[in-house]
């Protein structure tokens, strides 16, 4: 589905109606808005947030600006890694870099990195390409710790899930995968939970195509 | 992860302050043009006592996505108070029932902004899945994004985005409004 020039002049539109609004002592947090812009809080907590953005101005700006932030540093990330050299285990700034890993046709050959760099703005990174019989997901993030990964299908079942991963790395079960159909996308997201509330990494959701 | 671990370098400090300028620069530019850089500092000066002082990198750095947050939360407060002052109640004025449809419409002006306030009224119409999914693509997400973020299938929010998007301009039309 394509926006197309009258859906865009509604954006605009949308957009000049934050002219001057204020918020609302039962707007949100600002925490909040961030988090489930970027896809963190509960399925029905970001839909409740989502809906108070319809009817507020003020927060649908606050909402646009935190995907604009996060853009912006991901951008930025993006220019810095390029800088060091793809493949490296750099630290994506927002989100931890989740990148779909194709193993090497002989050991004499590096791992090729299918890294997320080239992804645009959204908060899903879409479709990389795997192998079902040979899927390893592979992402990169900050030394000693240890990982949360969910994998779902597009009708959000569990595909997979793993806890306490200490190394970046997850082969999804091939059996797991069997019963899909060819071409099917499957949503991966890692995450480090935190010893407190409101401090944790999450990755962006990226989707993966499955041969 | 604690927060009063974590340090930024100059150069963090510095990526950070750029992002939210140019995205302030997105969000808001007619409204924020004389304020941007203000704001910015404002939000940055928060967390001035997790800058390192001399180069090089922080420790952790913008990789912390919890110091990310803080910035951006702070740029809202700011926002959010700099509003407070110059209160707009949205509420269903006959301002936007008014304007002459046949005209064209600026996005700038204070008709932009009427319409702009009709489509939020207009949403509020809506039955609510056709106005989260709707909600989210004329914020720019795609279909693909607005569906992992409400946990539907892609088909059904590409439905009832295009459900949505139609319920959504026959109520501005019966405003009077065609934007
Ligand atoms: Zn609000």
Redesign the interface.
């Known amino acids: 589905?394509k926006?197309d020039a009258?859906?865009e002049?509604?954006?605009?539109?949308?957009?000049?109606?934050?002219?001057?609004?204020?918020?609302s002592p039962s707007?949100p947090?600002?925490?909040a808005?961030?988090?489930?812009a970027g896809?963190e809080l509960t399925?029905e907590e970001?839909?409740r947030l989502?809906?108070h953005?319809?009817?507020?101005?003020?927060c649908?700006?606050?909402?646009?600006?935190?995907?604009?932030?996060a853009?912006?540093?991901r951008?930025?990330?993006r220019r810095?890694w390029l800088r060091r050299g793809l493949g490296v285990a750099a630290?994506?700034?927002?989100?931890i870099g989740l990148s779909s890993y194709l193993p090497a046709p002989s050991a004499s050959r590096p791992p090729v990195y299918r890294t997320v760099q080239g992804a645009g703005e959204?908060?899903?990174v879409?479709d990389q390409q795997a192998s079902r019989d040979d899927c390893v997901l592979q992402w990169s993030?900050?030394p000693g710790l240890a990982y949360d990964l969910i994998v779902l299908d597009?009708?959000?079942r569990l595909v997979a899930s793993a806890r306490g991963l200490e190394e970046p790395r997850f082969r999804v079960p091939a059996e797991r995968l069997a019963g899909l159909p060819p071409g099917s996308?499957l949503?991966a997201r890692v995450v480090?939970p935190?010893?407190?509330p409101?401090?944790?990494?999450?990755s962006q959701?990226f989707?993966i195509r499955i041969d | 992860m604690s927060g009063s671990r974590q340090r930024l370098s100059e150069r963090d400090v510095e990526t950070l302050r750029r992002a939210l300028v140019r995205a302030v620069a997105r969000v808001c530019p007619a409204e924020l043009a004389d304020r941007r850089d203000d704001l910015v500092q404002a939000s940055l000066l928060r967390l001035a006592d997790r800058w390192r002082p001399a180069g090089g990198e922080g420790k952790d750095g913008l990789s912390s996505f919890y110091l990310v947050k803080v910035a951006y939360s702070t740029l809202i407060d700011e926002l959010r108070c700099l509003r407070r002052r110059r209160e707009v109640p949205l509420e269903d004025g006959s301002a936007a029932m008014s304007l002459p449809a046949s005209e064209p419409l600026p996005d700038a002006t204070a008709q932009g902004h009427e319409i702009g306030r009709a489509i939020h009224l207009c949403l509020g119409e809506l039955g609510r899945p056709r106005r989260l999914a709707v909600m989210l693509y004329l914020q720019g997400h795609s279909v693909r994004q607005a569906a992992a973020l409400l946990g539907w299938t892609y088909k059904r929010t590409e439905n009832l985005v295009y459900r949505g998007l139609a319920n959504l301009r026959d109520c501005l039309s019966a405003r009077g409004l065609s934007p």
Request: charged share 25%; glycine share 6%; with cysteine.
């Open positions: 589905m926006a009258a859906v002049r509604l954006r605009r539109l949308l957009v000049a109606a934050a002219d001057r609004a204020a918020s707007c947090p600002a925490e808005l961030w988090a489930a896809g399925v970001r839909r989502v809906d953005t319809a009817s507020c101005p003020a649908a700006r606050d909402w646009r600006l935190a995907v604009a932030v853009g912006e540093l951008r930025a990330s810095r630290t994506v700034l927002v989100a959204g908060l899903v879409d993030g900050p597009s009708d959000l996308l949503y480090v935190a010893s407190s409101g401090r944790r990494l999450a959701t989707t």
